[in-house]
């Protein structure tokens, strides 16, 4: 008898698709901050504010009427024309409420089309540096993920002829997430029509994942590539409530496509979690049909944040690419003569400011590191003066 599996039968018993793993670099720094004092967090990508009190009173209201029960797998009929109208009047799409699903997140729509598109064997180019949870849900199913590069001196957009660059006779699928988690691209317009042509060419299906597109700044435009002709039956858009109206905990997303494919998926949805919780999807329908004045100023808030975190970069000379959209910056650290994970642990035990390095984002580069804007505005001037002082102490 396996000694190993006798002593822990489970671990011994775990399908390829779970890999062991020791604890994460992200983890490392959680633990680390934990036992500093006066930490202030740029890392993770969880709005620091509240979510608007018309949104939380809209499933308060929920609960006390007994509105707690399963809905449609697909999501309240309500909130998915909700949805719909939203897609056409922000975004110029056009769908029927039966050609939106709600999720639990945008992470469980990753999951759904991974399952439903998939095959072993099947390549999925991803937009990178990206969210890695892509990475996961596509090799959970069998297939290849294909990271697409992007660089600095395009400001992080995607470009067309790094895709063309890596298409295979094994190529199925697209990821394209603008704006962009890590770096805040923003790919333009004239670079997505040509990105559809290059789909429609190589007959790829596109996943448009469109979570941080209420959040644009100036020098930016968001255009979703489901609205360029000859797209909308070839992609699924992403979206949802998390970095827009500051709901990350309530889970609550949506993907929407065209009717033929997304009916297909109402019952694999409902094998995952039944539906989306109730009460939250009652606070959505709020969040889209209520005042948007939150929304409005959490986006000009963001904005000031970017600026003043723009200036100090500039003023310590640390590049980055133009940040059009999100919450973040991507920021070139290596003038520290450090790699970014040496960089993010040692400002974090001598600043006490704790920043995620780019490569938890599958960049394998080691320049740069992500800075999130989710801090009140005195603190972000006090994370720049400790992150200043950190810097010139080791610039190389």
């Excluded at 309500?78 to 945008?106: C, K, P, Q, S, W």
């Excluded at 992007?150 to 394209?176: C, G, H, N, Q, W």
Aim: contains cysteine.
């Amino acid at each position: 008898m396996n000694v190993g599996a006798a002593r822990d039968p489970l671990l011994a018993r775990r399908s390829g698709r779970i890999v062991a793993e020791d604890v994460s670099f992200r983890t490392r720094l959680l633990e680390i901050a934990a036992g500093l004092d006066d930490v202030i967090a740029m890392g993770r990508g969880d709005p620091d504010f509240h979510t608007p009190q018309h949104i939380v009173d809209a499933a308060k209201r929920a609960i006390d009427a007994n509105e707690h029960h399963y809905t449609h797998p697909a999501g309240l009929p309500a909130l998915r024309d909700a949805i719909a109208a939203t897609l056409a009047r922000d975004f110029g799409i056009h769908y029927d409420l039966d050609e939106v699903i709600v999720t639990a997140g945008v992470q469980e729509s990753i999951t759904l089309l991974m399952l439903a598109l998939i095959e072993p064997g099947d390549e999925v180019l991803i937009t990178s540096p990206r969210f890695t949870t892509y990475d996961q849900a596509v090799v959970a199913f069998g297939g290849v993920p294909v990271p697409v590069p992007t660089y600095e001196r395009d400001d992080f957009a995607l470009m067309p002829a790094e895709i063309e660059a890596r298409i295979t006779e094994r190529s199925k699928v697209l990821v394209l997430v603008s704006p962009n988690n890590p770096t805040g691209a923003v790919t333009p317009p004239e670079v997505i029509r040509q990105i559809a042509d290059l789909a429609r060419r190589h007959d790829l299906i596109v996943i448009s994942d469109e979570i941080y597109a209420a959040l644009i700044y100036e020098g930016a435009e968001h255009l979703s590539i489901a609205a360029v002709d000859g797209m909308r039956e070839r992609t699924i858009v992403l979206n949802g409530f998390s970095k827009s109206h500051a709901m990350t905990g309530w889970r609550v997303g949506y993907l929407a496509g065209p009717k033929s494919f997304v009916r297909m998926l109402v019952d694999p949805r409902h094998m995952l979690s039944i539906n989306t919780a109730t009460p939250s999807q009652f606070a959505a329908l709020a969040a889209l049909t209520g005042p948007q004045d939150a929304v409005e100023a959490m986006r000009q808030a963001y904005a000031e944040r970017r600026a003043l975190m723009m200036r100090s970069m500039d003023a310590l000379g640390l590049s980055y690419g133009f940040p059009g959209g999100a919450f973040y910056l991507y920021v070139n650290t290596s003038a520290t003569g450090m790699q970014s994970p040496a960089f993010c642990e040692t400002l974090l035990r001598e600043g006490r400011v704790m920043l995620f390095p780019g490569s938890l984002f599958g960049d394998d580069s080691d320049l740069y590191t992500r800075m999130s804007y989710l801090q009140p505005l005195d603190r972000i001037e006090e994370a720049m003066g400790r992150l200043a002082r950190v810097v010139e102490r080791h610039r190389a």
